[in-house]
Each structure stands twice: as C-alpha cells, then as structure tokens.
C-alpha cells in the first residue's frame, strides 16, 4: 500500500478495467436495491477484494463508488450479494 494515498486511491485504476470486464468469471455482478429504493449494480473482484458499484441514472448509468472490501465489511457484502435483486 502506498502509505500517501492509501488503498483505496492506489486501485482506483481498476474500476475501468472491472467494468469492462464484467462477463470476467473473476467479476462476481450482482443489483440490489437499497433502503433509498435506488437499484445499484455491484462488481466485486474478489480475488483482489475491491468493489465497484453503479447506478442507472436516466439515460446512463453513473459511477457511485470503488473501494476496498476487507474483514471488516465482508460479511455486510456478502449478505447484500445473497439478498440482491
């Protein structure tokens, strides 16, 4: 990790390449709809735990956020992937 930018600054790069990629069996992709009623996709590259999430905003979709899935919000994302849309 670079110790000036962190995580997840350092993978930032990667959110084009996920999305490209999203057929990848490496990509797990999923929606799910939040407690707001917007619907989000999610890619996870799990293997490199990091998260990119999107969402359909009228005529596109827009990107919302690309982090870092570590110990200690696994388990919420897991429950998201097991609930989604």
């Not at 390449?17 to 797990?28: G, H, M």
């Not at 735990?49 to 919000?73: H, K, W």
Request: charged residues 25%.
């Amino acid at each position: 990790m670079n110790p000036i930018y962190g995580e997840r600054a350092v993978r930032v790069h990667w959110i084009k390449p996920i999305l490209e990629n999203a057929s990848d069996k490496r990509i797990t992709r999923f929606r799910y709809i939040e407690n707001s009623g917007r619907e989000r996709e999610y890619f996870w590259y799990r293997e490199k735990g990091y998260m990119v999430v999107v969402e359909y905003i009228n005529p596109n979709f827009a990107l919302i956020t690309g982090f870092c899935v570590d110990q200690s919000n696994h388990a919420y994302y897991m429950r998201k992937l097991q609930n989604k849309a």
